[in-house]
């Protein structure tokens, strides 16, 4: 990931049986929640990139 000094906040809404199953995991593993939202982010733009290109963004 990208080191960024300044991070931004972000409200968004996880349907309830998503946020245990992140709060579990976040538990068992005591890898932060955020941290693992900004993985699946940064692995969606990944996989998305050649059309985010190809599109000027």
Same mark, same amino acid.
């Given at each position: 990931?990208e080191?960024?000094? +300044? *991070?931004?906040?972000?409200?968004?809404? *996880?349907?309830?049986?998503?946020?245990? $199953?992140l709060?579990?995991?976040?538990? !068992?593993? +005591?890898? +932060?929640?955020? =941290?693992?939202? !900004? =993985?699946?982010? =940064? %692995?969606?733009? $990944?996989?998305?990139? $050649? %059309?985010? =290109? +190809?599109?000027?963004?």
């Amino acid at each position: 990931m990208e080191s960024t000094s +300044r *991070l931004i906040s972000l409200v968004f809404r *996880l349907p309830k049986p998503n946020l245990l $199953a992140l709060k579990g995991l976040s538990s !068992r593993t +005591r890898v +932060r929640q955020s =941290e693992y939202l !900004r =993985e699946a982010i =940064e %692995d969606l733009l $990944a996989k998305y990139q $050649a %059309d985010l =290109e +190809r599109q000027g963004g």
